[in-house]
């Protein structure tokens, strides 16, 4: 589905090493994922690379995940040794809680906290930033790669923010983690066969769905009317559609892993 070299372009290599450098004189790293995803969504080299550093993870888009799940890991996570919270970053109550534990924790340091914001790319970390900013300073798009740069803002006179670019490890083994992080927005759109992904999704959903309100994508193209000349079902443009629907939540909240899904032991 997805060749490896295809999605890992130059500036994710440069972005891994301004991350390790900077993490050299950050206090606090706050991580960035999908609700929906949040073993495939992670950066698996950061528990390594962020040890002895205060964590908070933020599990985003939980409006489009099962409540549920959500919550079991919001409790693996904690069991962990990580403050845990979950957020639709559009809402700013929620976004409010977030940004006073972040704060608590800078007020209790000595001078001036630096805290680092990552995730992979389509996160959801732009949205953040600009809650935490209160103005819209980071440009934030529903597409993976917006953010090329490392920013870095003043929060509040004791705490800055480093805002980086998303970034993927260089080898995703998986073929499960390949096409759902596809689906969720973390690769750009020329990099995968939007179909063999939509394909993929149906075929999950009809176990770890139940297939409620999953079409296949023949039957989502017919029923949205997706032709050709000639009557022919156009399932290249149907199958952009349907990952689309997906991220609207036109499916019903759906979370693609479960703490004890198999695939994490």
């Not at 700013?92 to 995730?119: L, P, T």
Request: include cysteine.
């Amino acid at each position: 589905m997805l060749a490896q070299a295809q999605w890992y372009p130059g500036h994710m290599v440069r972005t891994q090493r301004a991350v390790r450098e900077a993490l050299a004189c950050t206090d606090i790293v706050i991580e960035v994922v999908d609700a929906r995803i949040p073993r495939s969504g992670r950066y698996p080299m950061l528990d390594e690379l962020t040890r002895g550093r205060k964590r908070f993870v933020t599990l985003t888009r939980d409006d489009l995940a099962d409540p549920a799940v959500t919550q079991a890991w919001l409790h693996r996570l904690e069991g962990a040794g990580m403050e845990a919270s979950a957020l639709d970053a559009r809402a700013r109550r929620k976004v409010g809680h977030f940004v006073r534990a972040v704060a608590q924790d800078a007020a209790g340091r000595k001078g001036i906290a630096r805290s680092m914001i990552v995730g992979v790319p389509n996160s959801g970390k732009s949205t953040i930033v600009n809650a935490l900013l209160r103005r819209a300073k980071a440009k934030t798009e529903n597409r993976a790669g917006v953010t090329r740069q490392l920013q870095w803002f003043r929060l509040s006179p004791t705490l800055e923010l480093l805002d980086t670019p998303g970034v993927l490890p260089p080898k995703i083994v998986s073929p499960a983690a390949r096409w759902k992080l596809a689906l969720c927005g973390a690769l750009p759109q020329n990099r995968f066969d939007a179909r063999e992904v939509a394909d993929a999704f149906h075929r999950w959903s009809l176990v770890g769905a139940s297939g409620a309100g999953v079409p296949d994508l023949a039957a989502f193209a017919a029923q949205r009317g997706f032709l050709r000349k000639g009557g022919q079902t156009d399932l290249n443009n149907a199958a952009r559609a349907y990952i689309r629907v997906f991220n609207e939540g036109g499916f019903g909240q759906i979370s693609l892993e479960h703490p004890d899904d198999a695939e994490a032991a």
